[in-house]
C-alpha cells in the first residue's frame, strides 16, 4: 500500500486534502450566505496562513484565534481584525498592550467580575483601552456567564466605569458535541442565539452599546435555521471536519480533510494486529468519539489513498509513538496485507488536537503535496 506521491514524505506526517478541505469551506459559506451571517472564521485547527485565506475568502476579513501565537502569526500576513477567543488571564494584559501597541487589533474575552476589575485597572495605569465582549454560557459546558444572571450586568458596569466596554457578547455551545440527532443540533444552534440575543438586549436595556453579538461551533453554525439578532458566525473544524463531527451526523466520514500518514513498522500475529509509527505524539490522546454511537478508538485506519480497507480497523491503542491497528470486532487482521514498510493514513478523532502535534503539513493538491508550515505554541 504505497504510491510514488508520497514515498518521500516522511512518516507520521499531517496531510489535508485540498479538494475535501474547499468542499467543506464551500458548505460553510453556502449556510451562512442562507443565513445571511457573516463568518469569522476560528484558525485554530489550520494555523497557517494558506488554509486561512481559503477558509477567508468571501468573508468580511475578520477571524478568531486561540493563542496570541496565533494572533501574532497571522497579523504578521496581514490580518487585522482578531478576536482572541479564550478567557484572557490578567498575566497576559501585558502581552496583549505590548502587540497593540506595535499595531495588532485583538478583541478579548472575559466573564468574571474580577477579571472585569483587573483589566480596567490594568487600561488605567498603562493608559490603553481594550476591545473587549462578554462571555456568555449557553449550556454549563465550559466557560461563560449566566445570560440571565446578575453578574452578567455587574462585569459589563464594572467595564463601562473604566471606559473599556463592553463592546458585545460571544457564546460558544460546547454541548453542541453532546448533541445526537439532527434536532438536537437545531434545538442547540437555537438556544445558543437566544442566549446571545437576549442577553445583548438585557445590556442594550441597561445602556450598553451592544455592537457585536458572536455565535458558534461548527455544529450549531451548520444546523442553524436562523440567526435573527446574531451579528457574526464563529467556526473553525468545519474545514477539516473529523470523526467526532462525523459521529455527531454533521458530516460523512468522506468529508474529513485531514489525516496522519503513518508506516507499518511491525505485526503481532499472536493478537491479529499491526504496529505503526503514529502514536500518541502524533494522533494525540483524544477519544472523543468513545461517548459516541461508534468508538473509533484513536483514529479510523484508511488506506494510503484515504479510500477504506477491506477489513473496519481502528487504532485500538497508542504509546508514545506506536499506534496500535486492530480490527474494530476484534477479529485478527489479515497481516500478510499489510507489510512491513506499507503505508496507511488515520483519521483523526479531533483534527485540532492532532494537527496540534505537527509543525507542518502537507497538501495534497492535484499535482501532489506540498509542505506547509504551521504556527505553533501560545505566545
Not at 39 to 50: A, C, D, G, M, S
Not at 331 to 345: V, Y
Amino acid at each position: 500500500m504505497s504510491t510514488p506521491a508520497f514515498d518521500s514524505i516522511l512518516t507520521p506526517a499531517l496531510l489535508i486534502d485540498q479538494q475535501r478541505f474547499d468542499a467543506n469551506i464551500q458548505r460553510m459559506n453556502k449556510q451562512v450566505k442562507r443565513l445571511g451571517i457573516p463568518l469569522r472564521p476560528h484558525l485554530k485547527t489550520v494555523k497557517n496562513i494558506e488554509l486561512a485565506r481559503r477558509m477567508l475568502a468571501g468573508q468580511p476579513g475578520g477571524a478568531t484565534v486561540s493563542t496570541l501565537a496565533e494572533a501574532d502569526y497571522f497579523h504578521a500576513a496581514g490580518m487585522t481584525d482578531l478576536t482572541y477567543a479564550v478567557g484572557i488571564a490578567p498575566g497576559r494584559l501585558d502581552a496583549v498592550a505590548d502587540r497593540q501597541r506595535a499595531g495588532q487589533s485583538l478583541t478579548l474575552i472575559l466573564d468574571h467580575p474580577d477579571t472585569a476589575r483587573a483589566l480596567v485597572a490594568y487600561a488605567r495605569s498603562q493608559s490603553i483601552d481594550f476591545r473587549v465582549l462578554l462571555e456568555l454560557d449557553a449550556d454549563g459546558d465550559r466557560a461563560g456567564l449566566s445570560p440571565g444572571g446578575p453578574m452578567l450586568l455587574d462585569t459589563a458596569e464594572i467595564l463601562r466605569a473604566g471606559d473599556q466596554g463592553p463592546a458585545g457578547v460571544l457564546v460558544h455551545a460546547g454541548g453542541s458535541y453532546g448533541c445526537r440527532s439532527d434536532d438536537e443540533l437545531m434545538a442547540m444552534a437555537e438556544r445558543e442565539r437566544q442566549v446571545a440575543v437576549k442577553a445583548a438586549q438585557r445590556l442594550r436595556d441597561q445602556g450598553h452599546s451592544i455592537d457585536v453579538v458572536s455565535v458558534g461551533s461548527t455544529p450549531t453554525a451548520l444546523f442553524a435555521r436562523r440567526l435573527d439578532g446574531v451579528t457574526e458566525v464563529r467556526a473553525g473544524v468545519y474545514s477539516c471536519m473529523d470523526l467526532v463531527m462525523a459521529g455527531l451526523g454533521v458530516c460523512e466520514v468522506d468529508d474529513i480533510a485531514i489525516s496522519v500518514l503513518t508506516e507499518v513498522i511491525g505485526h503481532r500475529p499472536a493478537q491479529g494486529e499491526i504496529l505503526v509509527d503514529a502514536g500518541w505524539m502524533a494522533l494525540s490522546r483524544d477519544q472523543g468519539t468513545a461517548s459516541q454511537n461508534v468508538d473509533q478508538g484513536y483514529g479510523l485506519v484508511r488506506d494510503v489513498n484515504g479510500d477504506s480497507v477491506d477489513q473496519d480497523l481502528i487504532v485500538r491503542a497508542t504509546n508514545q509513538e506506536h499506534g496500535i491497528v486492530a480490527t474494530r470486532d476484534g477479529d485478527p487482521i489479515q497481516t500478510a496485507r499489510f507489510p512491513i514498510g506499507s503505508r496507511l493514513r488515520i483519521l483523526p478523532n479531533h483534527a485540532c488536537a492532532t494537527a496540534s502535534q505537527f509543525d507542518a503539513f502537507e497538501l495534497l493538491e492535484s499535482g501532489g503535496p506540498t509542505r506547509l508550515l504551521r504556527c505553533r505554541g501560545w505566545g
